[in-house]
């Protein structure tokens, strides 16, 4: 089994800072790409950042110059620094990891998800 939990959740004001961690746990081979997803309320899920293995990060635009995605790949850790937070960054945050776990002639490679953590900017 495999587990991602996240942590940092908060309510701050516009232009304030959070940071989430996501950590992966279970019977892990490797990890490939991790990220952060979010939904606003009536809006579907959309992507805002992801990062490679080896450290390449890409960012939604509505993100970009604000929000920073790094990993730890000893600790299986994701984080999402956020700064200049608005209004409109106010949603639930899913983390999200692509997993090997397996044995040899039995590797199985899939989509893990969080449970989700609330992220809410005041104006």
Do not use: H
């Not at 019977?27 to 809006?43: E, L, Q």
């Not at 960012?59 to 790094?70: E, H, P, T």
């Not at 999200?96 to 039995?106: D, F, I, L, Y």
């Not at 490679?109 to 005041?122: A, K, L």
Request: hydrophobic share 35%.
């Amino acid at each position: 089994q495999v587990q991602l939990v996240e942590s940092g959740e908060g309510l701050v004001q516009r232009g304030g800072s959070l940071r989430l961690s996501c950590a992966a746990s279970g019977s892990i081979f490797s990890i490939n790409g991790m990220g952060w997803y979010r939904r606003a309320p009536g809006k579907e899920r959309e992507l805002v950042a992801a990062v490679t293995s080896v450290g390449t990060a890409n960012y939604a635009d509505s993100v970009k110059g604000r929000f920073s995605i790094s990993r730890d790949n000893a600790k299986k850790t994701v984080f999402l620094q956020m700064n200049s937070l608005k209004p409109e960054d106010t949603a639930v945050y899913y983390c999200n990891a692509n997993v090997q776990t397996g044995s040899t002639g039995r590797w199985i490679r899939r989509d893990y998800w969080g449970q989700g953590t609330q992220v809410t900017v005041s104006s």
